[in-house]
């Protein structure tokens, strides 16, 4: 499966503030949920769970979706993020007008926003890529509260996959496993010839990006490039999980993407179609705006002040700061 944008895609229609209800008080119950005392939900969460709710598909709303999570009702959450989640942490999106990586080309030297992942255009010049490489070097940035609020429902057991599309590495920063997640679009832990195919660690390759060298091969001297998905070029094979994940998963969170570029984009309408998604985002996006379903939560605006209400609704404030303290303090401790 090849990767490929689609810059023209606009979104057709807009829908948002309608997706949200305030819990009408019809709510179903759900009984003893793990000794504790019973839970009341609302009559969107009831037909999820079958007990008490209208048949039909009853609008959810952020704080449904948090009753969901933290109830247990959903323990095979899937996540699909983009550029957007890393923003807080300092690295520009692609396609944000003014701050987006693709507004501001000139200090690439690019003729045109998707060029600094071409294959053609590498070869023919390979520092526009190489120079977006040295800004990512790991240990530039840190995970934010997002990441950490994917770490932590990993934590509770509840992440059955994190697919990103960041080439960041900070899902991997933020303690995730890598048998959580599926770097869609690659990453620097590797990099091969584009010519003989040799591959080589990516330390191999960092000194001379740090340097501001092209990496060569040592055999054939052709360039090093590393396993980043280009235009054109094939997903990593880990990828295909997506075949066994969407079709099981119970939620589908997806979290600062423009949902521009496939097959990524597609998979948001991999998920069964009576399965909650939650799209967090600064705007409206792809198959969600023109493509609604009955079970879509939309929360737009500032990611972090989204996933920080997501966070308390959850009732998750307290163990949020003191991960974020853990694993604050270990970056720190490391750099020492
Ligand atoms: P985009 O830049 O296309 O989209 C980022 C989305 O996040 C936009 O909708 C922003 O509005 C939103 N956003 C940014 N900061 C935010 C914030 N603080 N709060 C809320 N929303 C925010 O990035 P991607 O969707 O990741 O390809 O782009 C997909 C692919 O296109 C990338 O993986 C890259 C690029 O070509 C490769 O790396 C191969
Ligand atoms: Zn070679």
Redesign the pocket.
Same mark, same amino acid.
């Given at each position: 499966m090849a990767?490929w944008?689609r810059p023209a895609v606009r979104a057709l229609r807009l829908w948002g503030p309608g997706a949200h209800v305030i819990c009408d008080g019809k709510g179903g119950h759900l009984g003893n949920v793990g000794g504790r005392r019973p839970i009341a939900f609302s009559a969107g969460v009831s037909g999820i769970l079958g007990n008490g709710g209208s048949s039909k598909k009853e609008k959810l709303s952020l704080q449904d979706i948090a009753e969901l999570i933290r109830a247990r009702a959903c323990q095979r959450v899937v996540v699909m993020v983009?550029? !957007?989640i890393s923003?807080?942490s300092g690295i520009p999106? %692609?396609?944000?007008p003014g701050s &987006?990586r693709y507004s501001n080309l000139q200090q690439y030297d690019i003729p045109y926003p998707?060029a600094i992942?071409e294959l053609s255009f590498f070869l023919y010049n390979p520092k526009p890529f190489l120079s977006l490489a040295k800004k990512l070097y790991p240990g530039n940035h840190r995970p934010n509260v997002t990441h950490y609020f994917l770490r932590l429902l990993h934590d509770k057991g509840q992440l059955l996959r994190l697919y990103t599309? =960041?080439?960041d590495g900070l899902e991997r920063a933020s303690g995730i496993p890598a048998s959580k997640l599926v770097e869609a679009?690659g990453s620097f832990a590797s990099a091969t010839c584009t010519v003989c195919r040799r591959t080589a660690p990516g330390e191999n390759f960092w000194a001379d990006v740090l340097g501001d060298r092209v990496p060569y091969c040592p055999v054939c001297g052709g360039i090093m490039k590393p396993d980043?998905? %280009? %235009?054109g070029e094939s997903l990593p094979e880990r990828f295909l999980l997506h075949v066994v994940d969407f079709p099981m998963t119970d939620l589908l969170l997806i979290l !600062?993407?423009?949902?521009?570029?496939e097959p %990524?984009a597609s998979l948001s309408e991999a998920v069964r179609s009576s399965v909650p998604r939650l799209l967090? =985002?600064?705007?409206m996006?792809g198959p969600l705006a023109w493509r609604p379903r009955s079970r879509d939560v939309v929360q737009l &605006?500032?990611?972090?002040h989204s996933v920080e209400r997501l966070v308390e609704l959850l009732g998750w404030t307290e163990e949020m700061k003191d991960l974020v303290q853990q694993e604050t303090g270990k970056v720190t401790g490391c750099d020492k």
């Open positions: 990767l944008g983009g550029a !957007g923003t807080p999106d %692609f396609r944000s &987006g998707e992942f599309q =960041n080439i679009h980043i998905v %280009f %235009f !600062g993407t423009s949902l521009q570029v %990524f967090m =985002n600064r705007d996006v &605006g500032d990611l972090v």
